[in-house]
């Protein structure tokens, strides 16, 4: 049974600073998600990481996959108010719906 | 990216009483899911919307209680039936990309539920 662990779950943050969420899944998945949601709305999907070593980036988010590791990492560079939301990880395998982590609730302080 | 819509975007609704959610899509799809958040929780799957066929449901949840519909490829219902206050969450509808969309999985914009 394919599981998916993020952490850390709560992450207070300092703008212009870096800092980096984790992504472990427990079963081979070939396919891994990245998603933003906002208070009181759906989910904004953020990358599609298909093969071991992809890397995305988008603006101040990087997405990297490591599936011998099983790990998959969002990197935030330079932190502004505007990312703070809650950041889900989601792995999936063949045609098997998305499994999601718990979630890191991001809070970007001045 | 597909669109998606769902009908009602929330509702209130004494205990008791069913309530039927609806998901549009703006082109076929062939796989489509019904989610459930809860308050200041995670996504948990409730089943996968089979057109033309009975849905499969995940561990803990049943057909009497979630009965969903799909009558085509662009269109499913969930109905949540004698709801009690535990059944209050975000009701999400998902549908996996079709050709070319590289395998994304896009989200409705949910249907929070509120029971008293």
């Known amino acids: 049974e394919l599981k998916v662990e993020q952490n850390p779950l709560f992450l207070s943050m300092q703008e212009g600073k870096n800092y980096t969420i984790y992504c472990n899944y427990s079963?081979?998945?070939?396919?891994l998600y990245w998603y933003r949601q906002d208070p009181g709305k759906s989910l904004e999907s953020l990358f599609v990481l298909l093969s071991n070593g992809a890397v995305k980036q988008e603006g101040r988010l990087m997405a990297s996959l490591d599936t011998k590791a099983r790990l998959s990492t969002l990197h935030i560079t330079a932190a502004v108010h505007d990312l703070s939301a809650t950041y889900f990880c989601a792995a999936s395998s063949g045609n098997t719906p998305l499994v999601f982590g718990k979630g890191t609730r991001l809070s970007v302080i001045a | 990216s597909a669109v998606i819509s769902q009908k009602p975007s929330r509702d209130i609704c004494q205990r008791g009483t069913s309530l039927t959610i609806q998901c549009q899509v703006d082109s076929q799809v062939t796989m489509m899911f019904w989610y459930r958040q809860q308050p200041g929780q995670s996504l948990t799957l409730i089943a996968t919307a089979n057109q033309g066929s009975e849905a499969t449901y995940e561990s803990g949840f049943v057909i009497d209680k979630f009965p969903i519909s799909r009558p085509n490829l662009t269109f499913s219902t969930l109905t949540v039936s004698n709801m009690s206050p535990e059944d209050s969450s975000i009701y999400l509808c998902?549908?996996?990309?079709?050709?070319?969309?590289?395998?994304?999985?896009?989200f409705g914009p949910g249907t929070r539920l509120t029971v008293t």
């Open positions: 998902s549908v996996v990309g079709g050709e070319g969309q590289g395998l994304e999985q896009y």
């Open positions: 079963t081979t998945s070939d396919r």
